[in-house]
């Protein structure tokens, strides 16, 4: 990021119903990672283990920037 700004990643279904939420926080100016994993884990510490197999869109938020892209989750 080229500054810090508030960064939203939501994952949603394909009937655009928001299933979870993987940050919302404020980030510096630089690069960052986010890991959202398939292996393991609960629904309370943000996984996707609960999340059955299918096609899901995931979208990056920030003051001046969207950005929405496909995923397939296969279990």
């Given at each position: 990021?080229?500054?810090?700004?508030?960064?939203?990643?939501?994952?949603?279904?394909?009937?655009?119903?928001?299933?979870?939420?993987?940050?919302?926080?404020?980030?510096?100016?630089?690069?960052?990672?986010?890991?959202?994993?398939?292996?393991?884990?609960?629904?309370?510490?943000?996984?996707?283990?609960?999340?059955?197999?299918?096609?899901?869109?995931?979208?990056?938020?920030s003051?001046?920037?969207?950005?929405?892209?496909?995923?397939?989750?296969?279990?």
């Open positions: 990021m080229p500054k810090g700004t508030l960064l939203k990643i939501n994952v949603r279904n394909m009937l655009a119903e928001k299933v979870r939420t993987l940050t919302e926080e404020t980030y510096e100016a630089g690069y960052h990672k986010v890991t959202f994993s398939v292996r393991g884990g609960s629904i309370s510490d943000g996984n996707a283990a609960s999340l059955p197999s299918g096609v899901y869109i995931y979208g990056i938020e003051d001046n920037f969207v950005q929405l892209k496909k995923m397939i989750v296969i279990k």
